[in-house]
Each structure stands twice: as C-alpha cells, then as structure tokens.
C-alpha cells in the first residue's frame, strides 16, 4: 500500500548504522544476555501455543530464546545484516518457526488480533513521539485482546533540569560498561528520540494498553509490561 508523502519512513538510518557489518559483528558483546531473555519471556506467561513478534530483533537473541517457548515467533527489524544474521542464528539452533521481516514499528506486517506477546527493547525510541503513538496503536491491533507488549528502552526518567547531569553520568557508566564510547552514547542523546517516563506511559494508555507495571532505572532506562484492552 502506497504511503502518503507526510508518512515517516521508519527504514531510514537513525543513529548508529546497524547496516554496518562490523556493527552488526560485535553488537552480542555489547548485548549479553546470560539468560535474562529466558526469565522474563518466562514471567510474561510464554506458551507452547503462542505466537509472538519481537520488533527491533538485532542478531535474534530474544527471538530464539522465545522460538524455543512457543509456536511461532516474527523477528522484524530495520537492518538486513542483523536479519540475516538472526537467521543464522536460528537455523544453527534448529529453530524453523522464527520468520524474518524487513520492516520498522511503522511498516511491519503482522496479522490482526493474531499475537499473544509483542517484545521490544531498545527500538521504539527510534521514531520521534508523533510516530511511537502510530507504532503503539499498531501493536495493539496486532494483539489478541488480553495480549501483553514489553518494552524496554532508553526513556527518562529524570525530570528536564536534571538531564545535563543525568546523560553524563549514563555516558560515563556506558563507557564503564560496556563497548560503547562517548561519541556512539552522545549520539544517541542528541540525534535519536528518547523520551520522558510520563510521554511514554501516556502514549502506552492512549493507543489502548492498560499499563501493568513501569520500572525505570538510572534515570535512563525503563521496563514496561502492558496489556491490550478487550
């Protein structure tokens, strides 16, 4: 279907550029997991007979994991090399119900009412607020009433005036952490879209979740579980 010429491309490159090989090569360092994925997929009821989409997919750690809990799972992300390497990932665990899709929040393909869990972390803040609203409401059209959305990201929680000493700290625990630099964590304060806790829940009210817990951390990150209202 034909977009309008005021519709946001959610495909286009925000940030840093998971396109890029070596990116792609080295984001699991900066992303372990050691069996987080498995505990909470466990402790949002994840079932043999369930189907679910996890958006923003990266190297499909989250997928597989979930692949091996339940029937089906969509992996759907922005980057062809991180799909493709999701792939890999799936085939190497003999894994044959994990599905790519080429897509964004904005873009993505899913079945109406047919999903009973929809995963995300560290994708929505890609779109500007405007288009989250638009990408939350398509998630809540593509579950079943009763379906639950995670999602966990870089949000705010610190209020305007306490951003400046906020955001040097997150820099300065990144840089401690994790393989990031200061250039790649300031890149991602200034040019991608991270919003406030309160724009978040709002937004996650609005496009028809009842909002089922919130838990921020740091300042800087923040868990949501919501469920689809009937």
């Keep these: 279907m034909q977009r309008p010429d005021w519709y946001y491309d959610d495909l286009k490159q925000v940030g840093t550029d998971f396109a890029d090989a070596a990116e792609v090569a080295t984001y699991d360092e900066r992303q372990a997991d050691s069996g987080e994925d498995l505990t909470f997929l466990k402790k949002l009821g994840l079932g043999t007979s369930d189907i679910m989409a996890d958006i923003g997919c990266g190297t499909g750690l989250l997928a597989c994991t979930a692949a091996a ?39 993505l393909d899913l079945p109406a009412a047919g999903l009973d869990l929809i995963t995300t972390k560290f994708a929505l803040h890609h779109l500007p607020d405007q288009w989250k609203g638009v990408a939350l409401d398509r998630l ?20 305007s005036a306490e951003l400046p000493s906020t955001a040097e700290g997150w820099i300065d625990w990144m840089i401690a952490n994790t393989g990031y630099d200061r250039a790649t964590v300031a890149c991602h304060i200034r040019d991608e879209h991270s919003t406030y806790g309160w724009i978040m829940e709002g937004l996650i009210k609005q496009a028809g979740f009842e909002l089922v817990s919130a838990e921020y951390s740091n300042g800087v990150y923040a868990d949501y579980i919501a469920v689809r209202s009937a």
């Design 69 to 107: 809990l339940c029937r089906e799972v969509h992996a759907v992300d922005v980057s062809l090399p991180m799909l493709a390497a999701t792939r890999r990932r799936a085939a190497a665990k003999g894994l044959a119900n994990v599905t790519t899709q080429h897509a964004g929040f904005l873009s």
């Design 140 to 159: 809540a059209r593509a579950l079943k009433p009763g379906g639950k959305l995670f999602i966990r990201d870089v949000v705010f929680s610190c209020t």
